[in-house]
């Protein structure tokens, strides 16, 4: 079983039409969920750390909440320079040093 | 501002060649990563350095060595390349502790091992 799903897989948006991505996941334990952005030939961009259920992140159009077992990028009219991979990926309390990151939710918003 | 540079962004090697990637980063950081990243299997932790010649393997060390002489430095070495290792290779670093996981990434090499 994944420990992490991202969903959609894709998504179009028009610009200014506002959506949500979602990053579930079955790790226990769990120390911090990250949040990156990956543009076309380029490698990942931190964006948030999420600590407990019930937090909240911001940074322009962007907005990362937590609870136990998801975390939501919500995305607040949204313009064509926010096309990208989202990916997620939740750091476990068991040692490992390795992150578990999602597959991403590629997002297109077009003008 | 911050930066974290790959020695190529293409390579093209043939398989059984000795293959060195190389990492380079400008901020000080303790913390250095090597990944590969392939379609639909996403992100996965090949090695781990947090300080100079200290090493750990991360999820998918077979096939992969590393070596950090220097802090700024961190190489990947395929001793033997084979066709599975055709991947994106990306290379990050970070502060220790609780800032670990919010690394800084390089561009990224492609590699395709023929």
């Known amino acids: 079983e994944d420990q992490v799903t991202q969903s959609p897989e894709a998504l179009r948006l028009q610009e200014g039409e506002s959506s949500s991505l979602n990053c579930s996941y079955t790790?226990?334990?769990?120390?911090?969920l990250f949040w990156y952005r990956q543009d076309p030939g380029k490698g990942p961009e931190f964006l948030f750390t999420?600590?407990?259920a019930g937090e909240e992140k911001e940074k322009e159009r962007l907005k990362a909440t937590l609870t136990k077992k998801e975390s939501f990028l919500h995305i607040t009219a949204p313009k064509p320079e926010d096309s990208a991979t989202y990916l997620c990926a939740p750091h476990e309390d068991t040692g490992r040093r390795a992150l578990t990151f999602g597959s991403g939710t590629r997002l297109q918003v077009q003008p | 501002d911050v930066k974290v540079t790959q020695s190529s962004r293409y390579l093209v090697k043939r398989t059984g060649e000795k293959v060195f990637l190389e990492c380079v980063q400008d901020?000080?950081?303790?913390?250095m990563f090597w990944y590969r990243q392939d379609p639909g299997l996403g992100l996965r932790l090949i090695y781990f350095?947090?300080?100079?010649?200290?090493?750990e393997k991360g999820d998918i060390p077979e096939g992969y060595s590393v070596s950090r002489e220097k802090k700024e430095r961190f190489s990947l070495i395929l001793e033997s390349a084979s066709t599975n290792q055709t991947s994106m290779y990306l290379c990050?670093?970070?502060?220790?502790?609780?800032?670990?996981?919010?690394?800084?990434f390089g561009p990224g090499t492609r590699l395709t091992v023929t």
């Open positions: 790790v226990s334990g769990l120390r911090g």
């Open positions: 999420l600590y407990s």
């Open positions: 990050a670093s970070s502060h220790p502790s609780d800032r670990t996981y919010e690394q800084y």
């Open positions: 350095s947090y300080d100079v010649k200290m090493k």
């Open positions: 901020m000080d950081h303790e913390n």
